[in-house]
């Protein structure tokens, strides 16, 4: 794998990356998790000290290591937006917002429509609504959370214009 930096994007095996961000969970969720080492001792130094301090820490593991593993990518590169597991053609992409405080508690609550596609993470509060200019999709738009709102719609926004619009949508 070769990286070749620039000051707006990375450029890896000859893909072009504008934007990329992992959404890493909060420190309390680290602190919040821990509480897993104090139930497994409870339960486990009555049978044996050795187990109970083995399995605290085994579960403790466990956990971050799926905190870790759970935490989505955001990314524009190369003609179209990661998120998570799903990717959308830059060529759909419409219109761009960016939320924070309340109103992003709104985008997120009462303004949402049921039918948008979801990459929500509760200890992210900003948002970006991506609209979709794609008929065929019963989908009216993606919600993302992200700690880089800016960042990502300048990325979304350089990347539409070096994309031709596909004819028809």
Known sequence: MHWEFDTDQAVCNGLVQNFRERLWPAPW???????????????????????????????????????????????????ELVAGRARLPISVVGALDAF?????????????????????????DPVVRVELNDEQDPTPYWLLSTRRPA???????????????????
């Open 100 to 124: 924070s405080g309340e109103d992003a508690r709104l985008e997120r609550g009462q303004r949402l429509d049921a039918r948008a596609w979801l990459l929500i993470r509760g200890w992210v």
């Open 29 to 79: 969720l680290f602190l919040g998790t821990a509480l897993v080492i104090p139930a497994s001792l409870l339960v486990f130094l009555p049978i044996n000290q050795m187990v109970g301090i083995v399995v605290a820490v085994v579960l403790y593991a466990g956990c971050v290591a799926m905190l870790l593993r759970a935490s989505p990518v955001i990314e524009v590169s190369s003609g």
């Open 151 to 169: 960042e990502l719609i300048a990325a979304l926004e350089a990347a539409k214009s070096a994309t031709p619009r596909t004819p028809g949508i």
